[in-house]
Nanobody
Framework: QVQLAESGGGLVQPGGSLGLSCAASGFAFSVNAMAWYRQPPGKQRELVAT???????NYADSVKGRFTISRDNAKSTVYLQMNSLKVEDTAVYYC???????WGQGTQVTVSS
């Protein structure tokens, strides 16, 4: 059974940092490309970052230079390190297996003073 379990969300002040983790199970994690998406309040879900099985990464322009996606295949875990957080980064963040698509349950990130 495929499972993606996000953790690490919470409340942080603008300019702060937060790290998200997504523990995967039930499939061959190391050969799968993974992604993080987010859904701000009242808006559509949007792509944040992707990472291939080989570790190549890609980012949305809005987070480039501030967020870092990484993976540990030995732990079947994908990470999202978020620095210099802005109020507009507030969203529910979802871990995603790209193909075939599968979603985690999401974790709330709130950036507020």
């Amino acid at each position: 059974q495929v499972q993606l379990a996000e953790s690490g969300g919470g409340l942080v002040q603008p300019g702060g940092s937060l790290g998200l983790s997504c523990a995967a199970s039930g499939f061959a994690f190391s050969v799968n490309a993974m992604a993080w998406y987010r859904q701000p309040p009242g808006k559509q879900r949007e792509l944040v970052a992707t990472i291939t099985s080989g570790g190549n990464t890609n980012y949305a322009d809005s987070v480039k230079g501030r967020f870092t996606i990484s993976r540990d295949n030995a732990k079947s875990t994908v990470y999202l390190q978020m620095n210099s957080l802005k109020v507009e980064d507030t969203a529910v963040y979802y871990c995603n297996r790209i193909r075939p698509p599968y979603w985690g349950q999401g974790t709330q990130v709130t950036v507020s003073s």
